[in-house]
């Protein structure tokens, strides 16, 4: 598979846009080297899960694998999967509060959409899906739901734009101790690229 930068850089030749890619790459690469520079090698265990419906008593889980470009910005933040020798298989399987009790994630990232077109939104998000989850008997094993450390994921399908916002959002729920700052990039330099 190729990079989504890889991807980026070939569309913006095809459209010759060259100068474009590059500035955009220099204001990313910039604002990862700052964030990595920031926090520890090995961060905390992460569980993502995509919910199924709005209160759910199953998940299906997301492995933060190598290849996937939709999980980027979690392998850069240095997080650690949580399903990583799990033996849970990556695709047809469920998890319920069990089996997340099992494994005991630091943090819970619960995508932001659980289906192809529906997205909940940050209200709804807490008051429905994470009460849902509080509401649980199993709850307070499950250390990620005990701590207030489940948080709205995002989407899956981005390009450079969104990847930048949402490493910035993720890196602010992971190390919310280190990214205080309300803006972790320009956004004049961004839009002036854009435009």
Do not use: C
């Not at 090995?42 to 993502?48: A, N, Q, R, S, Y």
């Not at 392998?75 to 799990?86: A, C, I, P």
């Not at 399908?157 to 190390?175: D, R």
């Not at 919310?176 to 002036?192: I, K, M, Q, Y």
Request: cysteine-free.
């Amino acid at each position: 598979y190729s990079t989504l930068f890889e991807l980026f850089e070939a569309i913006a030749e095809v459209f010759q846009r060259q100068e474009r890619f590059r500035q955009f790459e220099a204001v990313y690469d910039e604002f990862l080297a700052d964030i990595q520079s920031r926090i520890p090698e090995t961060g905390p265990e992460v569980l993502i899960v995509r919910a199924l419906g709005d209160e759910p008593d199953e998940f299906f889980p997301r492995y933060i694998d190598e290849e996937a470009n939709f999980v980027k910005r979690w392998r850069d933040l240095n997080v650690r999967d949580n399903l990583e020798g799990s033996g849970i298989p990556e695709w047809g399987t469920r998890l319920d509060y069990e089996t997340i009790a099992e494994l005991d994630p630091d943090i819970i990232v619960a995508e932001g959409q659980h289906g192809d077109d529906i997205t909940m939104d940050e209200t709804r998000f807490n008051d429905v899906l994470v009460s849902h989850m509080q509401d649980s008997p199993l709850a307070e094993d499950i250390t990620a739901i005990r701590e207030g450390r489940v948080y709205r994921g995002g989407i899956n399908y981005e390009g450079p734009i969104t990847l930048l916002f949402q490493t910035e959002l993720a890196a602010k729920q992971v190390y919310p101790e280190e990214f205080t700052e309300s803006e972790l990039f320009d956004r004049e330099r961004v839009a002036d690229i854009i435009t």
